[in-house]
């Protein structure tokens, strides 16, 4: 559902997403940072602060990008940081419009003072588990890689959203939907119902009860999730463009999903679960359910959000990809995130200390979520 000028430009760009939308700027303006709005159409380039009339046949390149004053107290210098979530949207295989992109991102770091700008595109590097018979390799994506090595851009070492995922074919009838799951998988999926999974499509009503199952989730699972107002922010902000779906037995929610559409493109970006129940697979229904409520929305993918970096039992994430391996997807494998660094002595400040107090506010986070859980 598009709602408004820079939706429905970004929508015709290749590969759009949910994290450049208006919506998502709306989200991370609630937290500190400001949204800008970059537009390359055939005149050149703009920078708006606010929305504007653009004209979607016109624009060859967007990008949303977030802007956060870095305080700098009894320092001349203003400082801030750059990043453009899964942007910018352009055809990374033109090679001159990549370069006029490049070039114009780079002269806006350096006169907003950024200490670095980040990027992480969808620029598909191959698809399949590297060393299978899986494996493919992107030409397109090699030559984007390089361009940025040899503009000194940074493989950054803050790696923000998922460098690799799994993308599921919604586009086809549901039997060849079930037919490419692994057979222990389709088999899942069929038991829910039978041992009386039901899911539904929640609302506002359930926004407490979700956040309160995903805090316990990230206790158990032992990663670290934001307060509760920032979720009932984000699923406000995208009434429309998202739903929460539950899994229940007996009427007692055991399993939910959170799901974003945008651009033809469904994600699955929040996940959560209780002990209860777990013996009738309720994850699965539920994502069998996503896969049809992606289709339902006139999407032709459903991206699972995230893959390992390395594929094999080394990797925290190594469990979570069999799961979604049995769905029967294909693994994408992207350029991840690289940092271009106008001010290198700030950036090595910045990449030494963050971290440290990263690691402080995780700890704290996690302290919060079990106390907020009366444990």
């Not at 057979?183 to 956040?211: A, H």
Request: charged share 25%; hydrophobic share 40%.
């Amino acid at each position: 559902m598009i709602h408004n000028p820079w939706n429905e430009t970004i929508s015709q760009l290749p590969n759009p997403h949910f994290l450049q939308t208006y919506e998502w700027g709306q989200v991370k303006a609630r937290y500190g940072w400001e949204p800008i709005y970059l537009v390359w159409d055939n005149t050149g380039f703009s920078v708006s602060l606010q929305l504007s009339n653009f004209q979607p046949s016109t624009v060859k390149a967007a990008a949303l990008v977030l802007k956060k004053t870095v305080p700098t107290r009894g320092l001349a210098a203003r400082l801030c940081i750059l990043y453009a979530p899964k942007g910018p949207l352009l055809d990374w295989g033109d090679e001159a419009l990549r370069t006029r992109v490049l070039d114009d991102l780079q002269r806006f770091a350096r006169q907003q003072g950024a200490i670095f700008l980040k990027l992480d595109p969808d620029v598909v590097l191959g698809t399949g588990v590297p060393g299978t018979e899986t494996d493919r390799a992107e030409a397109g994506g090699e030559a984007v890689r390089a361009d940025l090595v040899r503009r000194d851009w940074r493989f950054s070492e803050d790696q923000i959203q998922f460098k690799n995922t799994v993308i599921l074919d919604v586009s086809t009838s549901e039997e060849e939907m079930l037919a490419r799951m692994k057979q222990k998988t389709r088999y899942n999926v069929r038991l829910g119902p039978k041992k009386d999974v039901v899911v539904r499509v929640g609302n506002e009503s359930d926004w407490p009860m979700l956040y309160k199952m995903y805090a316990e989730t990230s206790v158990r699972d032992g990663f670290v999730i934001r307060d509760e107002g920032y979720y009932q922010t984000v699923w406000g902000l995208f009434k429309g463009m998202a739903e929460p779906l539950i899994a229940e037995v007996d009427g007692e929610p055991v399993a939910a999903v959170f799901l974003f559409a945008f651009g033809g493109r469904a994600y699955y970006v929040y996940g959560m679960s209780r002990e209860a129940h777990r013996e009738k697979m309720p994850t699965y229904l539920l994502q069998w359910e996503a896969m049809k409520w992606a289709k339902a929305r006139g999407c032709s993918s459903y991206d699972l959000w995230g893959a390992p970096d390395v594929f094999d039992e080394s990797d925290s994430m190594w469990g979570v990809f069999r799961f979604k391996d049995g769905l029967g997807g294909q693994v994408l494998r992207t350029l991840g995130a690289w940092d271009f660094v106008p001010n290198p002595f700030w950036y090595a400040m910045y990449t030494k200390l963050v971290p440290m107090l990263l690691g402080v506010m995780r700890s704290r986070g996690k302290a919060r979520t079990r106390q907020g859980l009366g444990g």
